[in-house]
């Protein structure tokens, strides 16, 4: 058994987890942004699952934060949205990853 004392670090790890990031459509929209140059919001939509509606709320919040740039251009009459994660939000990102790996290699087996 294991005292209070012995999980502090890691609920100190825990807590410094980008609270951003760690909601799941965020989280869809992170991961499907950082391997790819950028994407525009039908390819964010078909990799996430998530509806034009919840995508942009969520998408607006990243952008908010600084994580991910928006640029909206017309092709012919119809608009087009891109987006790609920023510096900032390339670093939050790969930041959180390794925070997240501390937590879940601290567990015991």
Do not use: C
Not at 13 to 18: G, H, M, P
């Amino acid at each position: 058994m294991t005292s209070t004392d012995d999980r502090a670090p890691k609920s100190a790890t825990l807590a410094q987890i980008d609270k951003l990031i760690h909601e799941p459509a965020r989280l869809s929209i992170m991961i499907t942004l950082y391997v790819v140059e950028s994407a525009d919001y039908t390819f964010i939509m078909n990799q996430t699952g998530l509806t034009w509606g919840n995508l942009s709320s969520h998408m607006r919040k990243l952008e908010n934060a600084g994580y991910v740039a928006v640029e909206k251009t017309f092709v012919g009459k119809k608009p087009h949205t891109l987006a790609a994660l920023t510096d900032a939000g390339r670093d939050a990102f790969q930041t959180y990853r390794k925070q997240i790996a501390n937590v879940l290699d601290d567990l015991p087996d």
